[in-house]
Every structure is written in C-alpha cells, then in structure tokens.
C-alpha cells in the first residue's frame, strides 16, 4: 500500500464482522439521541424499541452465541420510521437517518447487506450535512471545515481506530461505545442526556 492514508468511507468499507457490526453500533450511539428527541416532541416513534434494538446488537457482538431474532427487530424498527410526509420539522429528518442507520445495521447483521456499515457511515456524516445547511451554520462550501463535520470525522476515525486494532469483541465493544459517549453529544450536536 502506498502512503496514501485510506479515506474514511474505504476504511469502513475495509471492516468485516463484528468490528463493523460494532464500529456501526457506536455510531448509532450518538444517532439514536436525535430520534429520541424527534419522538418526545412529535410523540411519534418508540425511542425504547430502537434503544432496546441496539442494545442487542452490542450483545450479539459481545455474547455472539446470543439467539437474537433480527428480522423481528427490523420489522419493528421499519414501523417506527418516521415519514417525511408527516412532519413538517427539521427533526424528522436525523431521525430518519437514525432508523436507517439501525435498519441498516441489522441488515449487515442477517447478512442482507455486507455494506451495511458503509450506510450506516454515510447516513452520520449525511445527518450531520443536512443539519449544517438546513440550520445554515454552513454551505455547501464551508460544511466539511465546520466543527460539528470535522469531529464527525474525526470521531468516526477515532472508532476506526479502536475497531481495526480491536481483537476481543467484549473489550472493543466497551472501548468503541466509551469513545461514541465520551463527549456527551449527538452527531448533530445535541446533549445527550
């Protein structure tokens, strides 16, 4: 390999089994909190339901001999996906990307689709695009040199880290989920409570 360092999406691209099952659960750690505020203020969606969902895919990453229904749990979480049509807030839309992320995420899990990581990278980076413009703290010029993008990457490269050199699931799980929290923040810049 030359010394060109890989871009973000290609060193996603680059994970396999667990540690992009887990890579992506961190991510939705700081997803999850925009669609748990869209549910409080809209009293739509069922924020424990997709809480309890990731939940168990920390546990199939930590326990992988764990009987975990996935396809149930994605059926659930396409029921408590918020549609554009109905909201006429900024909110719907993190958390949508938060749900995609998760159906996304499960997907990667049955194997529907290995990519799934990559989606769920994509989906953070983009919520945290759309939210810059929508807001407009940034345009289309100036949204990769905002603060709130430039630590998503540098979060998400962070995770990246931890991932590759992860070797026990249990221990980079603990890891990957302590660095997705550490800062209290949603991918958008919400507190996490």
Not at 1 to 22: D, E, H, P
Not at 123 to 134: C, I, K, T
Not at 148 to 169: S, T
Not at 186 to 193: A, P, Q
Request: with cysteine; proline share 3%; net charge negative.
């Amino acid at each position: 390999m030359t010394g060109k360092k890989l871009n973000t999406f290609a060193r996603v691209r680059a994970l396999s089994g667990w540690q992009a099952v887990a890579f992506s659960a961190a991510l939705l750690e700081r997803m999850l909190p925009n669609y748990q505020l869209f549910c409080e203020l809209t009293e739509f969606g069922d924020a424990k339901l997709c809480r309890g969902c990731l939940d168990l895919v920390w546990e199939s990453v930590v326990a992988p001999k764990s009987k975990i229904n996935f396809a149930l749990q994605l059926e659930k979480v396409e029921e408590v996906t918020p549609d554009t049509a109905d909201f006429d807030s900024f909110g719907v839309y993190p958390a949508i990307d938060a749900c995609m992320a998760l159906a996304a995420l499960v997907n990667l899990i049955l194997k529907e689709d290995e990519q799934g990581a990559v989606v769920v990278s994509k989906l953070s980076q983009g919520s945290v695009e759309a939210y810059l413009l929508a807001s407009e703290e940034a345009d289309d010029d100036s949204v990769k040199q905002h603060p709130l993008m430039q630590f998503e990457v540098a979060i998400q490269n962070e995770l990246l880290d931890c991932a590759e050199r992860g070797r026990n699931p249990a221990e980079t799980a603990r890891a990957l989920k302590a660095i997705a929290l550490e800062e209290g923040i949603s991918n958008i810049g919400l507190e996490i409570s």
